[in-house]
């Protein structure tokens, strides 16, 4: 069963929403970790993203943003959860800020007197503990701390700040749904964009970042190789497509060592073979769900038009007539670009970072190859220059101890990873307002 909970009521905020509204200026604000620890505690998975939604879009109309929820729509037509609250305040830049707000099919392990209990459904209706085990809570809480700072600093900054809150990161189809909703043309089109991932890999109080490629693009890959199916015990009579996704999986592995240039890395990886019934019959059909990596177009050419030239071949060699060609599907729901940070911005970015957080807390990160979704925002060919960094999240002395005996503390999409949400929340706001006021003049 998909949970049905009154957003206000699971927050705990129905006193707070009743004194709102009689007397807005006399409301406290909730502390910002008061509203991460009830976010991370009631999680909702990609597409199901309705009481986190709701409680960032009252809060930013809170902070006296211009505030639209449900913004986006997904391939199928079902609206989305996306929030955008704006503050328009003179003339001046677009900027955008953007934090991701879903959680994952995983059943919590921290053991936090606010960790989840929470079951829900996929969109594929499987029944799954779902968990904040991608920290995706800190973005969205940070988010509301950056739009109360900037609320309260108004004087010391001019533009327009775009705040949104995207839905379904995890399933890769949350920022394509807001654009799809005609996001930059409905509110307005951002000159810059900055967001944030936060990890375990470093301390709270420190933040790392990449000038120019980032993270990974990502193609997801279909394929089905089809043979004649016969008899197990006689072979001849068919042409055996198992044999042929072998000769395959194999043979697309020479893309990445042999064709790829080795200065641009890529990746291909094969992460589900389905074929065949009973181990004396020969199937018609061999299903492959393939996942593919790299940093440019170029890459991502070689690996796409590789593909579909090995399919091919395979059948070729196996003499099979043109209407058995192995079937290529490239998903483009489950896709997204590279994350690219644009080096003039980014270093702007990073200079700002070291004076508010301190050069030894502003670390040179490599690119990474876990992908999503937020490079879509920036326009094909990077039209909008965007700038991403990766924020500690480690109780500073788990990860020093953790570091002296030479191991790492569970991280994003364990069951374990449990960021130390003071600290974390501190940096964060602090970070994102110093860049945003930076950048808004
Ligand atoms: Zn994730
Ligand atoms: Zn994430």
Known sequence: MTRRIDPIRALGLAACVGAMAAAPAAMAETPLIDIYKAIHEHPELSHFEADTSARLASELRAAGYETTD???????????????????????PVLMVRADMDALPVVEETGAPYASHARGKTVAGQDVGVMHACGHDIHTSILIGLARAMAASRSRWRGTLMLVGQPSEETVDGARAMLADHLYERFARPDMI???HDGSDQPAGKVSLAIGAAQSGTTSIDVA??????????????????????????????????????????IITVGSIHGGTKRNII???????LTTRYFTDKGQETIISGIRQMAQGVAVSAGLPPEKAPIVTIVDRES?????????????????LIRTLGKENVIDA??????????????????????????????????EAAAAKGQTLPGPHNSKFLPDPEPTLAAGVKAMSAVATSLLQ
Request: overall charge neutral; glycine content about 12%.
């Open 70 to 92: 449900h913004v986006g729509v997904y391939g199928d037509g079902a609206r989305a959860y996306g929030v955008v609250g704006l503050m328009r305040n003179g003339k001046g």
């Open 194 to 196: 900055i967001g944030l």
């Open 225 to 266: 190789i089809r043979g004649v199916g016969a008899h197990g015990a006689m072979p001849q009579m068919g042409r055996d497509p198992v044999v042929l996704a072998a000769q395959f999986i194999t043979q697309i592995q020479t893309i990445i060592s042999r064709e790829e240039d080795p200065q641009d890395p890529a």
């Open 283 to 289: 199937p018609d059909e061999v299903k492959l769900q």
């Open 336 to 352: 997204a670009p590279a994350t690219y940070n644009d080096p003039v911005l980014s270093n702007r970015v990073r200079t700002v």
């Open 366 to 399: 490599k690119p990474i190859t876990p992908s999503e979704d937020v490079g879509l925002f920036g326009l094909p060919g990077h039209q909008i220059p965007l700038a991403y960094f990766w924020l500690g999240a480690a109780n500073p002395a788990a990860f």
